[in-house]
């Protein structure tokens, strides 16, 4: 089920595996505050990420070959990279439907410790 407020942005194209994305479906209110273990929305804010750092990042991702597992109809993305000047490791989660393969939602996007 997709959360209630995404935000949809069109991006440069950008290839990942098979898959050419063309717009985004971004989640920042997972991505800014996260979920504990009651899988509510934290309080605190653990970034202060917009629309247009996660376009960046997803942009940067151009070529890359990931690994998915298919689920009920969407293939989910799980990658570990080095993003921004100061070459964080972050992990970024997406997914891809089957009916709509232009368009990815940007589940989560958070530095690793």
Do not use: W
């Not at 996660?54 to 990931?66: A, K, L, N, P, Y």
């Not at 964080?88 to 990815?104: G, M, N, Q």
């Amino acid at each position: 089920m997709k959360p209630s407020a995404l935000e949809c942005r069109a991006i440069r194209k950008t290839t990942i595996n098979e898959y050419s994305i063309v717009q985004l479906e971004i989640d920042l209110r997972h991505i800014n505050y996260g979920q504990d273990s009651s899988q509510t929305y934290r309080v605190q804010a653990r970034s202060h990420f917009t629309a247009e750092d996660i376009m960046d990042v997803f942009e940067s991702m151009d070529g890359c070959e990931i690994d998915s597992i298919s689920n009920n109809g969407y293939l989910y993305f799980v990658a570990q990279r080095k993003f921004f000047c100061d070459k964080r490791l972050f992990k970024i989660v997406f997914c891809i439907d089957h009916s709509t393969p232009s368009v990815a939602g940007i589940i989560t996007f958070y530095r690793l410790k």
